[in-house]
């Protein structure tokens, strides 16, 4: 898929803008701060329903603005959209995709696909469990809505769970009906994430390992840490487990399993990337990570993602660098970059010239 053109309307430091890609590689450069981050968010917007970076959306309402507009011409192998987005200043959000409203995000996801990469990437391997589980679902709920819908749901009744076990213990209670009642919400979704999340993991394991292998030969292997360890991957052994749990968690007022602790193990010819790997074996498995993510839409979508780099060429070592331009050639990328040095340039690359929320200067 590709994006053909991006308008924005008071968005961040863009007061009126309108952007035409090609197809192919785009290179979004000029000096810090100047707005082209921006570029990448606004478009990552529509895949996600929010930023990959701001707190609230709030912060995207160019200052001193009431509200934001933006609009995007996309295109898959099947049909060409239009996406509308209003931003308000009390929070609210309007969304339109081909002039009809979306009244839930998680459909939107279903119609843009995107792959963001950047510098915080390495938080993949390096970071706490938090960053991978991000990534696992950022990664799933772009092509399984109802992944995002369990996932939701198991967060409201983790989030009503803990409430509870607060109380039991300031009663000093030993056990609790109702807490059996969160835990079999807890059970019946976790299943579902459980199996969706198995299933990622084997085809991004499957895909990264190559990747990894092509770029430094290196044996990259991730698989699925579960955050319990259940009997059984089905409901009725997740729900004995966390019921074993019980008098644990009221002790400690907060649910202390399930699949809110899932984690990846990433291991570099057979040790722990997290700990052994050097900083540039560490970065090699973020990228190897990241292609993978975009090789396992496609394999799912057959649809490539729209690649986003934000300022990554300038981290990457020459074979890396190599094999991703290599990688990207053929799909649409949009690259920020303070200088065009590092970036491949063919007659499909379209350049674009940023300073202080404008394009200042736009060539083939
Ligand atoms: N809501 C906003 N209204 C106006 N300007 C903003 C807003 N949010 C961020 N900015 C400005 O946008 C610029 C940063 O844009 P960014 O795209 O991150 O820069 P870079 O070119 O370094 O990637 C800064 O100058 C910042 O002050
Ligand atoms: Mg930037």
Redesign the pocket.
Known sequence: MYISSLSLANF??YTSEKIEFSPYTNVIY??????????L?AVYIFSQGRSHRAKSDK?????GEDFSRLSLDFHDSERDYTAAMQLMKNGRKNIKINHVQITKLSKLMNYLNVVMFSPEDLELVKGSPSARRKFIDSSVSQLYPRYLTSLIDYHKALGQKNSLLKVLRAKGAKSDMMLSVWNEQLAAEGEKIIKYRTDFVKLINDFSAAIQNEISGEKLQISYMPGMRASGDDKDSIYEYLEKNQRREIDLASAQVGVQRDDLHITINGSEAKIYGSQGQQRTSALSMKIAQADYIHHIKSEYPILLL??IMSELDINRRMYLSQKIRDKQVLI?STDTDLIESTDNTKLFK?KN?SVVREEN
């Open positions: 961040r430091n000029g000096d810090n701060a100047q707005g082209k981050t921006n570029i968010e912060e995207l309402i160019k200052f934000d300022d920020t940023i929320g």
